[in-house]
């Protein structure tokens, strides 16, 4: 793994609590991981679909590679450490059986954290270490990992449902995808070509045309897919007719306006004022509702994220 990247960067990242897995993937325990164990809180994933939060693995299979450097990112980019690397140079790729093995044994390491805390809820602790979700999307462009329907279809051999995140850049893979994942989030974070090329930054020519072509893909997938809106006050909760064409042009079963959180990496290139509070995301999918057609069906006041979709009720995976 080392002479992918430098030393350096997979030290700052183990600080950061990433466990890594083979040569290119890695684990990362969720903030809300925590949260449901210790305090019963689960995140708005099991209240909108049914998700159960302490049996989700948050992974991602291309740890270090990504189409684009969007601000409001949490990962490490090239340079903001000091650290260059090229996102884009990828590696020789680990198996699907590999990184799924690998990252059940790295969620299961993290979890031996609380077999001793008494605060602890003990009955979600022993559900815990049978994970049965993989959210695919902690860091990096997962669509690059030239598997990612073999490791979809290596999930569900275990009985897992998975979630795939992408930033739709890569359309040509989504379109042969071997295997669809139980939901397909892409991240629609700008209405406009230019906005996009200043929020987004992408790495690869013709970004906004391939994100394009992805949304036009999006209705002929048999799963639920989603619109995932990073809102970043003073940057990307502008146009909103913009946002209404993409949407239009990709009739996802869902949309979720979600508010940037300053955690992680962004933290070196965004302040702690372009976080949206909750009322600006309400009035933000509000607009969003009232030009797409969707309707606003439930929200996360924790999360501040909203769920819109023109169905009355999300479709559940789990018992959550």
């Not at 996102?87 to 790295?106: F, H, N, Q, R, T």
């Not at 990612?148 to 893979?173: C, M, Q, W, Y």
């Not at 906004?208 to 990307?236: A, D, H, Q, Y």
Request: aromatic share 10%.
């Amino acid at each position: 793994m080392e002479t992918l990247v430098p030393s350096a960067l997979i030290q700052a990242l183990k600080k950061q609590k990433y466990h890594f897995v083979g040569r290119h993937s890695a684990v990362k325990r969720c903030r809300w991981l925590y949260e449901t164990l210790i305090h019963d809180r689960p995140c708005y994933k099991q209240k909108f679909y049914g998700i159960k939060t302490h049996q989700c693995i948050q992974m991602t299979p291309a740890a270090f590679f990504c189409t684009q450097q969007c601000l409001f990112c949490w990962r490490a980019q090239t340079d903001d450490l000091q650290i260059t690397w090229n996102e884009m140079k990828l590696p020789p790729w680990d198996s699907p059986e590999e990184i799924v093995d690998g990252s059940i044994k790295a969620q299961l390491k993290i979890l031996s954290g609380y077999k001793g805390n008494p605060k602890a809820n003990k009955r979600k602790f022993i559900e815990a270490l049978t994970p049965k979700h993989a959210a695919i999307s902690l860091t990096g462009e997962p669509t690059l990992y030239e598997n990612i329907g073999e490791l979809i279809k290596a999930f569900h051999r275990r009985g897992f449902t998975t979630f795939l995140v992408s930033n739709g850049t890569l359309p040509s893979v989504l379109a042969k995808l071997s295997e669809e994942p139980t939901q397909l989030y892409i991240s629609v974070c700008a209405p406009d070509e230019e906005s996009f090329k200043n929020v987004c930054r992408p790495q690869i020519p013709k970004a906004w045309e391939k994100m394009n072509e992805t949304l036009s893909l999006l209705p002929s997938f048999k799963c639920p897919t989603v619109i995932r809106i990073t809102s970043v006050r003073g940057l990307n909760m502008k146009n909103i007719e913009g946002y209404a064409k993409l949407i239009t042009k990709a009739n996802p079963t869902y949309i979720e306006p979600k508010a940037y959180m300053h955690v992680g990496f962004s933290r070196l290139r965004l302040g702690y004022e372009h976080m949206p509070s909750l009322a600006e995301i309400v009035e933000f999918g509000r607009q969003l509702a009232t030009e797409t057609g969707y309707f606003i069906i439930d929200k996360s006041a924790e999360s501040r994220v909203l769920l819109l979709s023109r169905i009355e009720k999300p479709i559940r995976f789990g018992n959550g």
